[in-house]
Structure formats: structure tokens, C-alpha cells
């Protein structure tokens, strides 16, 4: 062990010797120190430093002062011990992502077959008489026509360059756009630290060795560090050690403190030992940036927990790539070992799962059909009818027509797939996700703001959330008298006041204070624990100070500090005596204090005996009556324990926490946010049922929710404590059973004084339960640590962003950041909004793409030419999917969202209504078409432009056709912004600046196109008559959509509803096998034969990459651990036909290995890592 001191001059000379960064510990010492655990690090401290104090001498930093904050000593810190900051990977270059757009199966099949085009269109065979060949080459003879046979195949590819460079730039944004979304998550992550003796709160990444930090419960610790003084100090270490078992930290048997693990109880000051990349955290990401590159060569086999070899794919698939490297942003990211257990698919994404697959299965066919019609005519018309053989200098001519045919096949194929539908949902998640920020959700998983239009059920906290979380005492029982507002300080003897004002000044955390307003005549700031302040608030209210009595004794000077845990529901403070004796100041619940004390002060400040029948006489006159007004009541109470009795064994708390004397009950008051009535009002017009779910005993929780409109007056709703809720839900052995909780959760509306085990099991009941028809959808608020489990159970977790400890926020999907129940509400129209918003761009795009498809496919049959040509329908498709998904998914909400029941989980994405818009619109568009391609040419008298020769000019005739397809579009769009049969589908248009600019853009860009386009888009100059007549065709879709609305859908029987969510019975089959492998019905679908098809349809995934990215670890603080499964991604890499199945619990590390969104297990080694 001497060997660390070699280079170092002993403890006592460091102050000395003050050469510039000579700090008497180098990075490797401190390094060294940090891997030690427990009793090892207890004696290597004693060996060879004497103790933390000589630590924190070596560090130059002073334990009660801390750093004086000096930017040259900062500096000089930064230097020697690196900074708090885990560099991130570099993002892609915008390169990559055009590289990652052209993996695409469809483009890459139409950039081969317009390569081919080019080629031949080059190619002249030589002397190849043309009649030979028959009437095919008819119209080559046109020297310059048949130059100019390329443009096709370059306007293809020109096509596909534009297609690709917009996929590239929408990646790149939404990458840019989520790493700003990430920076501003970390500079919100403060944390406590003192510096020239004043407390003062840091971002996390301005830390730096020396520094004495404040840690309390619900922090996560952002650095190592060693332990100077602790309170009652447990940690949660599982994310990095595994363990479950909380830990107790002390200065003689544990006082290592490392990074990335959370303090579930006390508190307590450390010096901060090592940051960044030196901390336990920043160790484990080198090693696993090292490891990254060697598993990428070679697909290993690991162990699961659950004991499953499976494979592992390497992490070279785009997904994970992606993935870990949004991931590798976070600050501080511990390395998880934890039993995840996989969170279903958001609901949205599981419909258009399923519908994609559908429509790709539809387009393959027809585009094959297609391809095999026209080669079958050729073939026999060619060869059969006109009886000519196959002569050899005509093959390049039969191969160009062949090529012409196997395009327009592509073509068709490109149009049947809704490239974009996966833009559409990202635009829209991401558009409302920075909406959102402005309404005070602060978005961790983009799926959540879609999640959380379908909720059925919220489970509210009380305190912050309903209330406004700014505690007053208003009244109080001091000395057998119960005062309704807060006495005069006369009126209380002056031995109970002093023992009163102690008690409180003391037993509360020092970090708990109340400070001057901010602004002239506002309200004093509250800081640390809201129920504190409000007694500090009395302590000033009876013209005392708290402040010098807490200077007098200091935390230093507190013998033992049981502090508050959901379990105590009281905190204790023992203080040492001068005569050897102890005393301890209590305060907590009134019903569980009271029930401990055996004494009372009377009106003269003397002691008298408190028995069960005074205790129940209180209750009943005291207790119930302020609880009946909406108050928390707080119990403060005092212990002696004389000096001869000895010293009591204080960990038996039973005992301690007995024969107590009380000083006061208190009321405290939170009165409800003004806005809330309204807000729950809202809720329920909505058909969302709100539940308030909190500790505070059942009188005060019933006249809360009584004021905010939770429980109504002459409804049959149920309140109940948490012990009533387990005795009803419990079986005898004391197991919960679902069919108990169906009885019971449907009618409740409050439960009181409940744990956070009851919330969790509440919600699960919830989620789990069959008794309706849906399966209900569950958002939950938590700001507690111990809220985690329920926030994670949840469909969406919301934490709070002000009283909310960081382990809540690392579990939630939303972070509200005012602590506002409101927001809820908005976030609730923001998800319908997102929903919304993916429909009215499906009924868009599917009648785009039905009439498309069907005109190519018929059109191709008879006239063996496809009357849209492939640059047009990629015109068509591609631009006017990407900029109407812009248009119709930027819709703002409104509040007439909120005024219908929640969609569920299993309603069609496609209702009736819209199917009968969707059919309606594409009859009319394909009568108006059929009608122009085969007697246009009479009805504009012009020439006909059927059965034209290869590489002949555009005709008048198709271009028509074409501009009257287009405008139909167009027009068809602003019907498509309504999906529920409304009349006025121009209703708030003028509020959507981008859907007019998308519009307007549209139709000036289509009238260049046709008047310049020329031979690439193969159109000709159109007339003003003949451009007028395209309008008002155009213009006939309002009308049409006017008379298709009047039409009652239920009249329409045969109509079907398509892209529904999980059945009923696949919902049980999931349920039953909830601890096995889950595999999605979609991904069974899939299996069956389309699998390599529809891993082309690259597209879809790489623009739902931000969706799943955000899923899988878009966590504000480190390692919110998602495992979305995403069967499109599951297909990424070829092996991942053989490792479909997911394992539910995997030894998950650091956020570089977590698992793509596929669900493919971390690597090898990272697990190995993670199980150290």
C-alpha cells in the first residue's frame, strides 16, 4: 500500500508545497482508490491518508468551506483531473445519411433499371433496319427524337438524387434537433455543491475534483466521490453493480460514493474524487468504446439471465448504430444491469406496422402483375400477331421496351408504398414535441406525446400536481388549545414555543430554507422540502429565526438523523446533551406520531399523560375536522433519554421512536391550482377518468378531490386508504389478484395514504385488466423516488420537473417542467393532435395511392403505357408525400380534441368515415381520369397520345392527364385536413401557415414543371383554357367532398376499417405469455415469406429511426431503459431472421451497448462488463 505515497511528499507537507497544479494526489492514485469497495477503501484511506479530512487537504479543499471557486483554481482542477463530461460520438456526417437513403431496395431498383434505360438509349445497333423490328421502333427515325432517349433515364435518376438528398436533410435535422434537445437536458441537471462556504447549485458538468457536494434523497450522484459526513445514507448501486440491496454508506465501513447511482435515503457531503471520464461511469465507457470495434467483426453467443443462448447481432446495423450513438450523449451514464421487462409497442407505431406491411404486400402484386402483363402483350403481339422473329440486331430495341416495362412495374410499386407515412409520424412527433416544450412537457420518448392521446385513466399525485405545492400552516393545536390561524407569540408559554421553534429549526434538512422574494412584493422562495418550509414559515411567523439556531448547531453536530422514507413517514433528529443525555425532536404523519407519544404539553408548557382515549378524543376533535378542510396535519414531538439510563441501541427504532412527548399538531394547507377544476373538467368531457393517488390521510385527500372535481356530488365513487385497497385486492396468502382489482379499480377515484407499492400495483391492475372493452391506457404523475416503478409501468410517466428527484425524472417518458396538472391536459390534445394528424395524412396518401396504382395498372393493360410516367408519379409520390406529410401533420391542436372519448388501442387507424372518403374521392378521381385517357383527346381536341412509339415527344393529351391528376391532389389535400365528416374543411386553415405555403408551393411548382419540364417530366406547354379546365376538375374534389360527407356512414355497411390495433384475444394470448419471449403479430406476418421484401422498404425505417431512437434511451437522465421492439428494424441485418426472438430480461449495460430498438441484446462484452 506505501507505494501510492512513493512520489508524493507526506499529508502534512502538501499545503506547502504549492507548486502551480501540484495537488497531492495524481488521477491515477485517486483511480486507484475509487475501484476499492467498503472495508478495503476504509483502510487504504487510514493507511495512507489518516482519513478524508487529509484527503480533502491533499485536494486542497476545505470540507466545511468547500473550494473557493477561484476560474485559476477551476482551471488548474480542470487540468490535472479532466472535467464532468463524457465526450459524445460524433454525429454522421451529412454524407453517411446520403449514403444510408440510397440502401433503399426500391430506389436502388429504379436507379438500376434507369441506368440500363441510359445505357441503351446510347446504344445504336448498327444498321439494324428498324422495319425489321417491326412497328416497335416506329418514330426512331426522328434523328433528334431518338437523341434524346437518355432524358428518361436521367430525369429517374435526377428523381431519386432529390429523393435522397430530402431523406438525408430529414435525418440530419432530426439528429440535430435531438442532440439540442439533449444539451438542454444536461445544462438543466444542477447539482449542490458548496463553494466559499455557500451552498450554491452547478450544472453537473462544471464539477470538479475537490469539490464538497451536498447529496440528499432522489439524487443521482453525477461523480465519485468519498464520504465526509452522512445521515442515515443508503444507496441504490444495482446500476452498476447489479445488486439489488440498497447500500449503506458510512464514514467507517463504506464511504465510497461513485457515479450513476442513486441515493434512495438521507443525506449527507462528499468530496467530489473523480469526473468524467476517470469517474466508475466514465471507465466503463472507455472500455466500452474500446470493445466496439472488435465485436462488429464477429457475432457472439452470450448467456442470458433467463439462461437462452441466443445470438447476438453485431452492432454494425444502421439502427443500433444510430441508436447508440443518440445514446452516447448522455452525461453520466451508468452501466444497467436490470430485468427489463420489454414495454409493449406504442399503439400507433403497432397499426402502421401492420398497415405498412399490408399495403407493401398490395403494391408487390400489382407492380408484378404489371410487369408480367405488358411483357406478355409485347411478347404476343410482337411475335405472335405480327408473326416476326426474334432477329438479333433488334434485341436492344425488344431489351429498351423491356426495360420501358420493368420501370413502369418499379414505378407502380413506388406509388403503392407510402414512403411517406413514416414522415409524416416523424414530422408530427417531432413538430409537437417542440410545440410541447412551450406547453411545458419537456418530451424524454417521442412516442409518449402519441401514447397519450389515447389514455384512458391518469393517476395524480396530490401534493405539486393538483395542489400548488407552497405549503402555509393555517392552523394549529399548541398547549389544549386549537388555533384556527396561526397564534400570536404571546399566547404560547415561552418553554413550548422554544422547544416548538427548536424542534422544527433542527429536525428539517439544512438544506430546506426560505429565502427573500426574487422580485419587490413577492412571495418568499421556498426551497428543499415544501412540508419544511411550511414549518420554517411558522417558526417565522411566531417572530423567531431559525437560521442562528441551526449555526449553532451544525450538521456536524447532530448525533443520529433517521431521515424521511415512504415507510417511516416521519424524520427524527438525536441531538448529544452536555450532561451525557440525548434528545430527539420528531415530526411526522399526525396519526402515526401520535400513536408513539404517551405525553403531551399542556397549557402551561408542563408534560401530562397522553393516553388512547386522549389520543381518539384528539383525533375526532382536532385531526379529522382540519383534514375535513383539505389539511396535511404534522405531528412535532420531543424525546428525552436521560444520561443514566446509558445510550440506547439506536437501531432498533421500534423503540426509539416511542414514549414520545407531543409539542403541536399542525395544519398544513396546499391549496389547489386555480386552473385544475377546469383542467379535470376537461379531462372528463374526454372520457379520461382522473384518480388521485397520495399519502396524505383519506379526509384531507376526499376535500382535495372534492375541490378539484375528482369526486362529484351524488356519484357512488369509492375513497379508500392503502391497507383497506391491499385487504380488498389480496388473496390469504397475500398475493394481489386481478380479479379482486377489477371489482375494485373501476369506482375509485382517491386513494389515500398509500404506498408506492400500491401505486404500482394499482396501475398494473389497471393496465392488466380485461373487464372493458379496450385495453385502458395509463399516464401516471411521480415525484418521489420511490415513484419510479409505477412510472415506468405506466403507458406515459410524467415526472416533475421542479419537485421531481432525478430518479423519477430517469424513469418518466415527460417531464413536466411547472409541476402542473394542465400540462397533462395539453399533452393529452398534443397526443390526439399527433393521431389525428397520421390520419388525415393517410386518407391523403392512400387516395393518392389507389387512383396511382390502379390508373398505371389499367392504363399499362390496354394501352401497354403507363399514362403517368415514372418521373411523374415519382413527382407525384415522393414530393407530394413528403410536403403534404409536412402540411397535414403540422395541423395545430384545438380544443374540440378534447371533447370526444379516447381513440383505445385497438380502433382502426382507418375509420368508416374515411374509408368512405378514401373510396368516394378515388371514384371520382378515377371516372374523371379513365374519362380524359380515353376520349380526351376529343373532348380538347387534340391529339390522341395512346399507343405512342418509343421515344416519342410528350403529348398534350397525357400531360392533361397528368395536370388534371395533380390538381385533383391538391384540392383533395384540403379535404383530407378533416377525417370525422366535418362540413367546413377549411375551418382554422389560415392558422397553418406551412399547410397554405405547402399548397401554394405545390401548384407553382407543378406549373413550372409543366410548362418547362419538358421531355423529362414528358410533358408539353399546356394552354390558359386548358390549364383552366384542369382547375376547375381540380376544384370539383371540394364539391365532390361536400356531396361524399352528406352521405351517413352507417348506411354503409360493406365498408371496412382497416389498420387496427391488437385484438382482444391477441391481447390475452400476449398477457398469457407476458414472462416468455413477446413476439409481435406483425413480425409473425412478416415472417411468412415477405421478410426480405420488406427489409427493402428501408425507407419507412429510416425515417422511423428517430422515433425508436428516442424510444430506446432518448433519457433525460442517464439510462431510461426501453426496449422497443420495432419489427421494421428487426429485419435490418440478415441475421436478424434467426434472432427474432427477444429475451425479456438481459443484462443491459451502458447506453452505447443498449439495445437497438430492434431488441438485439447488447454485445458480448458490454454484458460481461455490466455483470462485473
Known amino acids: 500500500m506505501a507505494n501510492n505515497t512513493a512520489d508524493h511528499p507526506p499529508g502534512n507537507s502538501v499545503a506547502e508545497g504549492n507548486h502551480d497544479g501540484d495537488f497531492g494526489m495524481a488521477v491515477t492514485d485517486l483511480r486507484d482508490l475509487m475501484e476499492l469497495r467498503s472495508a478495503e477503501a476504509v483502510t487504504l484511506i487510514q493507511e495512507t491518508y489518516g482519513d478524508v479530512q487529509g484527503i480533502c487537504r491533499r485536494l486542497k479543499t476545505s470540507p466545511i468551506e468547500g473550494l473557493s471557486g477561484n476560474p485559476v483554481d477551476l482551471e488548474k482542477r480542470h487540468a490535472s483531473f479532466g472535467k464532468n463530461f463524457i465526450p459524445p460520438k460524433k454525429a454522421k456526417s451529412f454524407l453517411a445519411l446520403v449514403w444510408e437513403a440510397l440502401q433503399d431496395v426500391t430506389l436502388i431498383i429504379l436507379e438500376i433499371a434507369a441506368i440500363i434505360s441510359l445505357g441503351l438509349s446510347f446504344y445504336h445497333p448498327p444498321g439494324g433496319d428498324s422495319e425489321a423490328c417491326g412497328q416497335v421502333a416506329g418514330g426512331v427515325e426522328d434523328e433528334g427524337e431518338s437523341q434524346a432517349g437518355w432524358i428518361e433515364g436521367a430525369a429517374i435518376l435526377f428523381s431519386v438524387i432529390i429523393v435522397v438528398l430530402v431523406t438525408a436533410f430529414n435525418d440530419w435535422s432530426k439528429e440535430k434537433q435531438?442532440?439540442?434537445?439533449?444539451?438542454?437536458?444536461?445544462?438543466?441537471?444542477?447539482?449542490?455543491?458548496?463553494?466559499?462556504?455557500?451552498?450554491?447549485?452547478?450544472?453537473?458538468?462544471?464539477?470538479?475534483?475537490?469539490?464538497?457536494?451536498?447529496?440528499?434523497?432522489?439524487?443521482?450522484?453525477?461523480?465519485?466521490?468519498?464520504?465526509?459526513?452522512?445521515?442515515?445514507?443508503?444507496?441504490?448501486?444495482?446500476?452498476?453493480?447489479?445488486?439489488?440491496?440498497?447500500?449503506?454508506?458510512?464514514?467507517?465501513?463504506?464511504?465510497?460514493?461513485?457515479?450513476?447511482?442513486?441515493?434512495?435515503?438521507?443525506?449527507?457531503?462528499?468530496?467530489?474524487?473523480?469526473?468524467?471520464?476517470?469517474?466508475?461511469?466514465?471507465?466503463?465507457?472507455?472500455?466500452?468504446?474500446?470493445?466496439?470495434?472488435?465485436?462488429?467483426?464477429?457475432?457472439?453467443?452470450?448467456?442470458?439471465?433467463?439462461?437462452?443462448?441466443?445470438?447476438?447481432?453485431?452492432?454494425?446495423?444502421?439502427?443500433?448504430?444510430?441508436?447508440?450513438?443518440?445514446?452516447?450523449?448522455?452525461?453520466?451514464?451508468?452501466?444497467?444491469?436490470?430485468?427489463?421487462?420489454?414495454?409493449?409497442?406504442?399503439?400507433?407505431?403497432?397499426?402502421?406496422?401492420?398497415?405498412?406491411?399490408?399495403?407493401?404486400?398490395?403494391?408487390?402484386?400489382?407492380?408484378?402483375?404489371?410487369?408480367?402483363?405488358?411483357?406478355?402483350?409485347?411478347?404476343?403481339?410482337?411475335?405472335?400477331?405480327?408473326?416476326?422473329?426474334?432477329?438479333?440486331?433488334?434485341?436492344?430495341?425488344?431489351?429498351?421496351?423491356?426495360?420501358?416495362?420493368?420501370?413502369?412495374?418499379?414505378?407502380?410499386?413506388?406509388?403503392?408504398?407510402?414512403?411517406?407515412?413514416?414522415?409524416?409520424?416523424?414530422?408530427?412527433?417531432?413538430?409537437?414535441?417542440?410545440?410541447?416544450?412551450?406547453?411545458?412537457?419537456?418530451?424524454?420518448?417521442?412516442?409518449?406525446?402519441?401514447?397519450?392521446?389515447?389514455?384512458?385513466?391518469?393517476?395524480?399525485?396530490?401534493?405539486?400536481?393538483?395542489?400548488?405545492?407552497?405549503?402555509?400552516?393555517?392552523?394549529?393545536?399548541?398547549?389544549?388549545?386549537?388555533?384556527?390561524?396561526?397564534?400570536?407569540?404571546?399566547?404560547?408559554?415561552?418553554?413550548?414555543?422554544?422547544?416548538?421553534?427548536?424542534?422544527?429549526?433542527?429536525?428539517?434538512?439544512?438544506?430546506?430554507?426560505?429565502?427573500?422574494?426574487?422580485?419587490?412584493?413577492?412571495?418568499?422562495?421556498?426551497?428543499?422540502?415544501?412540508?419544511?418550509?411550511?414549518?420554517?414559515?411558522?417558526?417565522?411567523?411566531?417572530?423567531?429565526?431559525?437560521?442562528?439556531?441551526?449555526?449553532?448547531?451544525?450538521?456536524?453536530?447532530?448525533?443520529?438523523?433517521?431521515?424521511?422514507?415512504?415507510?417511516?413517514?416521519?424524520?427524527?433528529?438525536?441531538?448529544?446533551?452536555?450532561?451525557?443525555?440525548?434528545?430527539?425532536?420528531?415530526?411526522?404523519?399526525?396519526?402515526?406520531?401520535?400513536?408513539?407519544?404517551?405525553?403531551?404539553?399542556?397549557?402551561?408548557?408542563?408534560?401530562?399523560?397522553?393516553?388512547?382515549?386522549?389520543?381518539?378524543?384528539?383525533?375526532?376533535?382536532?385531526?379529522?375536522?382540519?383534514?375535513?378542510?383539505?389539511?396535511?396535519?404534522?405531528?412535532?414531538?420531543?424525546?428525552?433519554?436521560?444520561?443514566?439510563?446509558?445510550?440506547?441501541?439506536?437501531?432498533?427504532?421500534?423503540?426509539?421512536?416511542?414514549?414520545?412527548?407531543?409539542?403541536?399538531?399542525?395544519?398544513?394547507?396546499?391549496?389547489?391550482?386555480?386552473?385544475?377544476?377546469?383542467?379535470?373538467?376537461?379531462?372528463?368531457?374526454?372520457?379520461?377518468?382522473?384518480?388521485?393517488?397520495?399519502?396524505?390521510?383519506?379526509?384531507?385527500?376526499?376535500?382535495?378531490?372534492?375541490?378539484?372535481?375528482?369526486?362529484?356530488?351524488?356519484?357512488?365513487?369509492?375513497?379508500?386508504?392503502?391497507?383497506?385497497?391491499?385487504?380488498?385486492?389480496?388473496?390469504?396468502?397475500?398475493?394481489?389478484?386481478?380479479?379482486?382489482?377489477?371489482?375494485?379499480?373501476?369506482?375509485?377515484?382517491?386513494?389515500?395514504?398509500?404506498?408506492?407499492?400500491?401505486?404500482?400495483?394499482?396501475?398494473?391492475?389497471?393496465?392488466?385488466?380485461?373487464?372493458?372493452?379496450?385495453?385502458?391506457v395509463v399516464a401516471v404523475t411521480g415525484d418521489g423516488t420511490n415513484d419510479g416503478p409505477a412510472l415506468k409501468k405506466a403507458d406515459v410517466g410524467f415526472a416533475m420537473g421542479i419537485a421531481g428527484t432525478d430518479v423519477a425524472k430517469e424513469a418518466s417518458d415527460i417531464i413536466l417542467t411547472d409541476d402542473n396538472f394542465t400540462s397533462i391536459v395539453k399533452a393529452v390534445m398534443w397526443g390526439r393532435n399527433v393521431y389525428d394528424s397520421i390520419s388525415k395524412f393517410l386518407q391523403f396518401q392512400l387516395t393518392v395511392n389507389v387512383v396511382a396504382v390502379i390508373v398505371a395498372f389499367t392504363g399499362a393493360c390496354i394501352t401497354q403505357d403507363s399514362p403517368l410516367k415514372a418521373v411523374q408519379m415519382l413527382w407525384v409520390n415522393l414530393i407530394m408525400d413528403t410536403l403534404a406529410s409536412l402540411a397535414l401533420a403540422t395541423e395545430p391542436p384545438t380544443e374540440s380534441l378534447l371533447l370526444r372519448k379516447p381513440y383505445g388501442r385497438n380502433k382502426p387507424l382507418i375509420s368508416r368515415t374515411m374509408m368512405k372518403n378514401i373510396l368516394g374521392h378515388a371514384v371520382y378521381q378515377l371516372v374523371i381520369i379513365f374519362t380524359l385517357l380515353f376520349a380526351g383527346e376529343k373532348i380538347f381536341d387534340i391529339d390522341c397520345g395512346r399507343n405512342t412509339p418509343l421515344h416519342s415527344p410528350p403529348t398534350e393529351h397525357y400531360t392533361i392527364v397528368f395536370n388534371v391528376f395533380v390538381m385533383m391532389q391538391l384540392f383533395n389535400e384540403i379535404n383530407a385536413r378533416k377525417i370525422h365528416g366535418e362540413r367546413n374543411v377549411f375551418e382554422g386553415i389560415y392558422k397553418n401557415p406551412i399547410f397554405c405555403s405547402v399548397v401554394l408551393g405545390t401548384f407553382v411548382l407543378q406549373i413550372v414543371i409543366v410548362q418547362f419540364g419538358g421531355k423529362p417530366f414528358s410533358c408539353t406547354a399546356l394552354t390558359i383554357d386548358q390549364w383552366l379546365w384542369c382547375v376547375f376538375i381540380g376544384v370539383g374534389e371540394l364539391l365532390w367532398g361536400q356531396l361524399i360527407s352528406a352521405i351517413p356512414t352507417h348506411h354503409l355497411k360493406f365498408l371496412k376499417e382497416a389498420g387496427h390495433g391488437t385484438t382482444k384475444e391477441e391481447m390475452h394470448a400476449e398477457e398469457l405469455t407476458e414472462g416468455d419471449d413477446e413476439i409481435d403479430h406483425a413480425e409473425m406476418e412478416l415472417r411468412r415469406g415477405q421478410i426480405l421484401w420488406f427489409r427493402g422498404l428501408n425507407r419507412i425505417q429510416t425515417q422511423m429511426d428517430v422515433v425508436y431512437t428516442f424510444q430506446t434511451g432518448q433519457a433525460a437522465v442517464p439510462g431510461a431503459l426501453r426496449r422497443q421492439p420495432s419489427v421494421v428494424s428487426q429485419h435490418n441485418d440478415a441475421t436478424a431472421t434467426k434472432t427474432l426472438s427477444s429475451p425479456t430480461h438481459v443484462g443491459l449495460s451502458s447506453s452505447s451497448s443498449l439495445t437497438n430498438s430492434a431488441g438485439a441484446p447488447p454485445p458480448a462484452a458490454s454484458s460481461s462488463t455490466a455483470g462485473n
Request: hydrophobic share 35%; aromatic share 6%.
Open 178 to 776: 435531438f442532440r439540442g434537445l439533449q444539451s438542454r437536458i444536461e445544462q438543466e441537471q444542477k447539482f449542490t455543491v458548496i463553494r466559499k462556504g455557500q451552498v450554491i447549485q452547478i450544472p453537473v458538468a462544471e464539477l470538479v475534483v475537490g469539490d464538497i457536494a451536498q447529496i440528499k434523497y432522489g439524487d443521482l450522484l453525477p461523480a465519485d466521490g468519498i464520504l465526509i459526513q452522512g445521515n442515515d445514507l443508503k444507496i441504490d448501486e444495482s446500476s452498476l453493480t447489479g445488486e439489488s440491496d440498497q447500500v449503506r454508506k458510512s464514514l467507517e465501513k463504506d464511504p465510497m460514493l461513485l457515479s450513476g447511482t442513486h441515493v434512495m435515503e438521507g443525506s449527507g457531503r462528499m468530496v467530489v474524487s473523480a469526473v468524467g471520464l476517470n469517474s466508475q461511469t466514465g471507465i466503463i465507457f472507455t472500455l466500452l468504446g474500446a470493445s466496439e470495434h472488435d465485436e462488429e467483426k464477429k457475432v457472439k453467443k452470450t448467456k442470458t439471465q433467463d439462461g437462452i443462448a441466443l445470438e447476438i447481432q453485431p452492432l454494425k446495423s444502421e439502427e443500433a448504430a444510430e441508436s447508440e450513438e443518440k445514446e452516447e450523449k448522455e452525461e453520466v451514464k451508468p452501466v444497467k444491469k436490470v430485468n427489463v421487462t420489454k414495454k409493449e409497442k406504442s399503439v400507433l407505431q403497432g397499426k402502421l406496422t401492420k398497415l405498412a406491411v399490408q399495403i407493401g404486400k398490395a403494391g408487390l402484386i400489382m407492380s408484378a402483375l404489371t410487369v408480367i402483363i405488358l411483357i406478355l402483350f409485347f411478347v404476343i403481339d410482337t411475335f405472335a400477331i405480327q408473326g416476326r422473329t426474334w432477329v438479333a440486331e433488334c434485341t436492344p430495341i425488344y431489351i429498351q421496351y423491356f426495360v420501358k416495362f420493368f420501370i413502369i412495374g418499379v414505378t407502380v410499386l413506388v406509388v403503392a408504398v407510402p414512403e411517406g407515412l413514416p414522415l409524416a409520424v416523424t414530422i408530427s412527433l417531432a413538430y409537437s414535441v417542440k410545440k410541447m416544450m412551450k406547453d411545458n412537457n419537456l418530451v424524454r420518448h417521442l412516442d409518449a406525446c402519441e401514447t397519450m392521446g389515447n389514455a384512458t385513466a391518469i393517476c395524480s399525485d396530490k401534493t405539486g400536481t393538483l395542489t400548488m405545492n407552497r405549503m402555509t400552516v393555517v392552523q394549529a393545536y399548541i398547549g389544549d388549545t386549537h388555533y384556527r390561524t396561526v397564534p400570536e407569540p404571546d399566547a404560547i408559554k415561552p418553554e413550548t414555543l422554544e422547544t416548538l421553534v427548536n424542534s422544527i429549526s433542527i429536525n428539517s434538512a439544512y438544506t430546506t430554507k426560505i429565502l427573500p422574494p426574487e422580485k419587490e412584493g413577492g412571495l418568499p422562495r421556498h426551497v428543499g422540502n415544501k412540508t419544511e418550509c411550511a414549518l420554517l414559515g411558522l417558526v417565522l411567523e411566531l417572530k423567531r429565526d431559525y437560521q442562528p439556531i441551526r449555526e449553532e448547531i451544525p450538521e456536524e453536530k447532530l448525533y443520529k438523523v433517521y431521515t424521511f422514507n415512504s415507510s417511516r413517514k416521519s424524520m427524527s433528529t438525536v441531538l448529544k446533551n452536555a450532561d451525557g443525555g440525548y434528545r430527539m425532536y420528531s415530526k411526522g404523519a399526525s396519526e402515526i406520531i401520535l400513536r408513539k407519544c404517551s405525553r403531551i404539553l399542556d397549557t402551561q408548557g408542563q408534560p401530562r399523560n397522553f393516553k388512547p382515549k386522549d389520543r381518539d378524543e384528539m383525533v375526532r376533535k382536532v385531526i379529522e375536522p382540519m383534514a375535513c378542510e383539505g389539511l396535511r396535519t404534522i405531528c412535532v414531538a420531543f424525546r428525552d433519554f436521560p444520561a443514566e439510563a446509558g445510550e440506547p441501541n439506536w437501531e432498533v427504532e421500534n423503540d426509539i421512536l416511542n414514549d414520545l412527548t407531543c409539542i403541536a399538531v399542525t395544519g398544513i394547507e396546499d391549496p389547489v391550482r386555480h386552473e385544475v377544476p377546469e383542467a379535470i373538467a376537461k379531462c372528463q368531457r374526454a372520457g379520461i377518468t382522473v384518480r388521485m393517488v397520495t399519502g396524505d390521510n383519506i379526509n384531507t385527500a376526499r376535500a382535495i378531490a372534492t375541490k378539484c372535481g375528482i369526486l362529484l356530488p351524488g356519484e357512488d365513487f369509492l375513497c379508500m386508504e392503502g391497507k383497506e385497497f391491499n385487504q380488498q385486492i389480496r388473496n390469504d396468502q397475500g398475493e394481489v389478484e386481478q380479479e379482486r382489482l377489477d371489482k375494485v379499480w373501476p369506482k375509485l377515484r382517491v386513494l389515500a395514504r398509500s404506498s408506492p407499492t400500491d401505486k404500482h400495483t394499482l396501475v398494473k391492475g389497471i393496465i392488466d385488466s380485461t373487464v372493458l372493452e379496450t385495453r385502458q
